[in-house]
């Protein structure tokens, strides 16, 4: 180093200090302890529990079931059925996010009453911790929730669940712990949305009148009581998103694989929970007669105001504008990838627009020849076959094999792989062109008030059969000939099938779930009722092969499931750390 060079970097050090020209400023080094006087700071800590929500985005865990299969061959779901699933391999994970987002709601639950939420107002900020922490237990549950789905199991006779970690952990923390059991974590699970909502508003809306300020804040005024439970904060956690919560999680407790076979007093509690959502919203009176395209009702999605929920859901993350699900999922003539492709397994479980299956004959009128005629009009909506029409043009898909266009079977990579692509939650109204790419608003529900009627109908039919009511206004049957007259189903026949198995507990079981594997296609569900219904996790996936208007039904894809994998693993890398954690039976 020459001598001018030490001579610039002395005095560059002696300008700056040399302290400061080594050492980040102190201002950007901000100490936990800030959250005390800056609450935005400790709201962030809550905001991470919104963030790691499974439901702000699509995961399609369908192309793992009977429902779909993938034409990417790396897909993990793909990978998943076909073999690959393992406790170092897992898609349906759920240990690294849904504890790292509860980890962050303990610290903000272990520190919300040192937080100043308002220097000025004492009650204003009680109100606002209040209405904080009631969010944070709420979103706790909900990861909870997915913690317990993704994996629960069975070890030596005993179902557990996770470890239940409700303090913030540190560098000093014990993280050998041990798993709870199932009944354990919905008791938890349970507790905490008892207390989300103690101090959750049923809904955020602002009030116009002293009258309306609940009688614990006695004093506040309307414009104050408004700042913290008003309009502004639609979308947040609510007492009405906790009860909902509550349903899912009854529902699951009293299905098969997680509950003993006397297990009436579970089915009504999940009823009752579930009902107590609908009762709140009018039961059927209140049904959308638009729900079954709720993804595509462009008018109503265009106009949705801020925070504001369309009919049809209950909870929804933000509305954004793109063109992603078209990208990954128009056939490839209007420039997508297809890479959903639904199967003939689920195309056959939508029944007769009459209502009947297309396996009674008799009554169904099911023709092989015109496979796709006179079926139940969601089958039209929610899935692209060979003739129907998609895209901004209405244009005509060809998915046969001898078909002129790379939508045909297996015609190019992005080809489907069943002779059928998914049209759901799709926006017709986008172009993919490449010299008109128009985006469009598009949201994802988090809970949808179809997936509460069919949980009240699944669980009122096992508790008190299909007519029977317990306390709540509607029975099974009721929900289910709403569900089906609004697809359009049954409508020309007093939906004659439904009322010849109305009176047949197992029959309507069968029709309940096939109406929940219809409605709930491809949102997420089909991979985990399969699991929690006890059935089989290996039909293999079928497609349709169409050549001079032939429908040959072809094999698709096997499934390639061990029985123990009804539940999912604890990934290895934290069995290898931690010997007080068991891993499910078979990992």
């Not at 078209?326 to 056959?348: K, M, S």
Request: hydrophobic share 35%; net charge neutral.
């Amino acid at each position: 180093m020459n001598r001018f060079s030490v001579l610039l970097i002395g005095v560059v050090l002696a300008m700056t200090g040399c302290e400061k020209f080594t050492e980040p400023a102190l201002q950007n080094n901000g100490d936990f302890e800030n959250i005390y006087d800056e609450p935005s700071l400790a709201h962030g800590l809550l905001l991470n529990g919104y963030t790691r929500l499974p439901t702000n985005g699509w995961t399609f865990s369908d192309v793992a079931t009977d429902n779909a299969v993938s034409n990417d061959a790396t897909n993990n779901f793909r990978r998943l059925a076909t073999g690959q699933w393992s406790s170092v391999f897992n898609p349906v994970d759920q240990w690294t996010n849904s504890r790292a987002g509860i980890q962050y709601l303990n610290m903000f639950l272990a520190e919300a009453d040192k937080v100043t939420w308002d220097s000025k107002d004492p009650m204003l900020g009680r109100m606002f911790k209040d209405r904080l922490t009631g969010e944070a237990y709420g979103l706790r549950a909900y990861l909870m929730f997915y913690m317990l789905q993704a994996h629960a199991g069975w070890v030596n006779g005993v179902l557990y669940g996770f470890p239940l970690v409700l303090d913030p952990e540190t560098p000093t923390s014990d993280f050998n712990k041990p798993r709870a059991t199932f009944d354990d974590c919905i008791k938890q699970i349970y507790s905490d949305l008892a207390k989300a909502e103690e101090l959750l508003p049923l809904d955020y809306d602002d009030i116009s009148s002293a009258s309306q300020v609940p009688s614990k804040y006695d004093g506040v005024k309307v414009e104050n009581y408004n700042r913290v439970f008003g309009r502004l904060f639609k979308l947040r956690m609510t007492a009405r998103i906790a009860k909902a919560i509550r349903a899912k999680a009854a529902l699951m407790a009293a299905s098969p694989a997680y509950s003993a076979t006397n297990n009436q007093d579970r089915w009504v509690e999940a009823a009752n929970r579930a009902g107590e959502v609908l009762q709140l919203n009018g039961w059927l009176a209140n049904l959308d007669p638009n729900g079954v395209t709720w993804y595509d009702n462009k008018a109503e999605i265009d106009a949705l105001a801020s925070g504001a929920n369309p009919k049809e859901v209950l909870w929804r993350s933000n509305v954004g504008s793109n063109s992603d699900l078209e990208a990954d999922h128009y056939p490839p003539t209007l420039f997508g990838n297809g890479r959903l492709n639904p199967t003939q397994n689920l195309v056959d479980a939508f029944p007769m627009a009459n209502g009947y299956p297309i396996t009674n004959t008799t009554s169904g009128g099911y023709s092989a020849a015109a496979p796709y005629a006179n079926r139940d009009p969601r089958l039209a909506k929610y899935i692209l076959y060979n003739g129907n029409t998609a895209g901004p043009a209405n244009s005509v898909i060809n998915t046969a094999a001898d078909g002129p266009t790379n939508d045909a079977l297996n015609k190019v990579e992005t080809s489907t792989r069943t002779g059928y692509y998914m049209r759901k939650l799709l926006r017709q109204d986008v172009s993919r062109n490449s010299a008109s790419i128009n985006n469009q608003k598009h949201y994802r529900p988090h809970i949808r008030y179809t997936e509460i009627f069919l949980a009240y109908a699944e669980a009122a039919n096992e508790a008190w059969g299909p007519t029977g009511t317990g306390a709540n206004a509607n029975s099974a049957y009721d929900i289910i000939k709403a569900l089906r007259n609004r697809a359009g189903v049954g409508r020309t026949n007093g939906d004659a099938y439904l009322e010849s198995v109305k009176g047949d507990k197992d029959a309507m079981r069968t029709l309940i779930r096939n109406e929940r594997r219809l409605e709930l296609a491809f949102e997420g569900f089909r991979f985990w009722d399969l699991r929690r219904w006890n059935q089989d996790l290996n039909e293999t996936a079928k497609g349709v092969r169409i050549q001079q208007n032939v429908h040959q039904v072809i094999d698709v894809e096997a499934r390639s499931y061990q029985d123990f994998m009804r539940f999912g693993p604890i990934p290895y890398s934290e069995i290898l750390k931690f010997n007080a954690l068991q891993q499910n039976t078979g990992w």
